[in-house]
């Protein structure tokens, strides 16, 4: 063990956020409101053993106030204070050790809020507590209780890590510009056990002490956020007081929040990329198979569509507006997703402005001190790629709501010729046969004047030269009527398909005389 590898006055600041009210989109699947709390109260029994339950009697009973930021602590069984306190000794590395830290429920706006804090006092009893190996961290979070996999929050968390450096770290930070870096591993590995360990995202300094932090936020399925922070400055202390860990509380959240709505966005984008590219599939197929077997059966015969070609159609114009309808409900969660990053992005400005002002209302911090800029690189640059990829998504996706609307103009256009083409067909249909039957009637109405009634069922000889064939009156007058219905029918039908053919004649004509001279 090396004098580097000793911090001094160690803390962990946990934030963790989850959803008040499930929306009504994931009605269907609640979210289970009061697991923050049961995760603290698992993490304070089981885990760090402190002695104190963190259960119902601690929280509030009564209606949760109005209000943007509420203290749902139940202060009367606290002692009147803002949070539930906490301590234990422990030995470690031959030293006994005073672990001391609170809990605290929040409400803001929407979500409920965690933070818990666990930490080596830097003085007890007036006197400075000693330095301790970084392996105090591991002491912090007993089976990984602090990480995303055991609290399972609905907005996620971040975790804070901060230590004091001794006058030699900072000398030896000062000569290796990979030290501080180093010290962090080190904090890290010792803090979560196993391999999954954050990625290193980068490296700055706030309130004038040097800040690393982990995690890459585009990639918030696989990195847990968690942020290590060296204290070397007497003003680094001084703004980290109880109003600026308020403050993070909020800019966390609004972190969250956004990295949330990211996250969320990226699963809908590969939903609506494979629905964006059945679309286009199952498209292209209807099309292909509207295609005639014989061509020139759709050149003069209406659509030229088969019985089978024709109910398929029919069902993709059932079916086509419900999934036109689903497809748009995916554009606008990913668009629902993009106005939270941007309110979100908006709200973590403002806090930063607000911490600004204070910051500059002091007189004694210097520019250096009141620098937010390792802060501020989250909502003036990592927002703003979140939002534009969301836009360039929409770009693209958009054009399948015009595909879906083109299809389904054309779909129902060819039904309707097709339809038609039968109606008007079997209208001719129709007035032939009516056409027929009258005349068949007539005629048969007008035997008495070309046939001799008496005797009745008299035999009349056919006029044929070569045979002699007699035949009775009501079966000749039947033919007759039969004969001059069926001619009216034909005699209707040829009619109608005449004046088809005169008119695509008309058409041809016309084409020809638009065509330029050759």
């Given at each position: 063990m090396t004098q580097n590898s000793k911090i001094y006055a160690p803390n962990v600041y946990l934030f963790a956020y989850h959803l008040c009210k499930p929306l009504e989109s994931e009605s269907s699947s609640p979210v289970e409101l009061t697991k923050l709390w049961q995760k603290c109260h698992e993490i304070l029994q089981a885990k760090l053993a402190v002695g104190t339950a963190f259960n119902g009697s601690y929280l509030s009973k009564k209606d949760e106030p109005a209000g943007s930021?509420?203290?749902?602590?139940?202060?009367?069984?606290?002692?009147?204070?803002?949070?539930?306190?906490?301590?234990?000794?422990?030995?470690?590395?031959?030293?006994?050790?005073?672990?001391?830290?609170?809990?605290?429920?929040?409400?803001?706006?929407d979500s409920y809020a965690l933070g818990l804090q666990i930490r080596v006092p830097e003085k007890v009893n007036n006197i400075k507590t000693p330095a301790v190996d970084v392996s105090i961290f591991k002491e912090f979070n007993p089976d990984n209780c602090l990480l995303p996999d055991f609290l399972q929050s609905y907005f996620g968390q971040t975790l804070l890590l901060t230590a004091w450096l001794s006058v030699e770290q900072n000398q030896a930070a000062r000569e290796d510009s990979q030290f501080l870096k180093n010290l962090a591993q080190q904090c890290l590995e010792k803090f979560i056990s196993g391999q999954n360990l954050p990625t290193f995202y980068r490296q700055g300094e706030l309130f004038g002490s040097p800040i690393l932090e982990y995690g890459n936020p585009s990639r918030p399925d696989t990195e847990c956020h968690i942020i290590v922070w060296f204290f070397n400055s007497s003003a680094t202390d001084e703004i980290w007081d109880e109003t600026r860990y308020s403050d993070f509380v909020e800019l966390f959240l609004y972190r969250n929040k956004i990295i949330r709505a990211y996250r969320d966005s990226r699963k809908t984008y590969l939903v609506t990329r494979e629905?964006?590219?059945?679309?286009?599939?199952?498209?292209?197929?209807?099309?292909?198979?509207?295609?005639?077997?014989?061509?020139?059966?759709?050149?003069?015969?209406?659509?030229?569509?088969?019985?089978?070609?024709?109910?398929?159609?029919?069902?993709?114009?059932?079916?086509?507006?419900?999934?036109?309808?689903?497809?748009?409900?995916?554009?606008?969660?990913?668009?629902?997703?993009?106005?939270?990053?941007?309110?979100?992005?908006?709200?973590?400005?403002?806090?930063?402005?607000?911490?600004?002002?204070?910051?500059?209302?002091?007189?004694?911090?210097s520019d250096s001190d009141r620098d937010l800029s390792f802060l501020e690189l989250f909502s003036k640059e990592t927002c703003p790629q979140f939002e534009e990829q969301i836009k360039a998504d929409l770009?693209?996706?958009?054009?399948?709501?015009?595909?879906?609307?083109?299809?389904?103009?054309?779909?129902?256009?060819?039904?309707?010729i097709e339809e038609a083409y039968r109606n008007a067909k079997l209208e001719v249909t129709i007035q032939a046969v009516g056409?027929?039957?009258?005349?068949?009637?007539?005629?048969?109405?007008?035997?008495?004047?070309?046939?001799?009634?008496?005797?009745?069922?008299?035999?009349?000889?056919?006029?044929?030269?070569?045979?002699?064939?007699?035949?009775n009156s009501f079966a000749l007058v039947l033919l007759i009527s039969i004969g001059a219905g069926v001619g009216v029918s034909l005699l209707v039908m040829l009619s109608a398909k005449s004046k088809n053919l005169l008119g695509k004649f008309k058409n041809l004509l016309n084409r020809n005389k638009q065509l330029p001279p050759q």
């Open positions: 930021r509420v203290n749902l602590i139940n202060k009367q069984v606290v002692g009147n204070r803002n949070s539930l306190a906490f301590a234990k000794t422990i030995s470690h590395d031959n030293q006994q050790i005073n672990l001391k830290g609170f809990a605290q429920p929040l409400r803001i706006d629905e964006y590219k059945q679309i286009e599939l199952d498209i292209d197929a209807t099309f292909k198979y509207l295609q005639p077997d014989e061509p020139h059966q759709r050149h003069l015969k209406g659509a030229g569509l088969k019985e089978e070609k024709l109910e398929r159609l029919q069902r993709q114009t059932i079916e086509m507006p419900p999934r036109a309808v689903n497809y748009a409900r995916l554009l606008m969660d990913l668009e629902f997703r993009q106005n939270t990053i941007a309110i979100n992005a908006k709200n973590y400005q403002e806090k930063l402005n607000q911490i600004s002002l204070d910051l500059k209302s002091s007189k004694k911090y770009g693209y996706f958009k054009h399948g709501t015009g595909l879906l609307d083109k299809a389904m103009e054309a779909i129902r256009g060819v039904v309707a056409f027929g039957l009258g005349v068949a009637g007539v005629v048969a109405g007008s035997s008495p004047y070309l046939i001799k009634p008496e005797p009745p069922n008299q035999i009349i000889a056919l006029p044929l030269p070569f045979l002699k064939v007699g035949i």
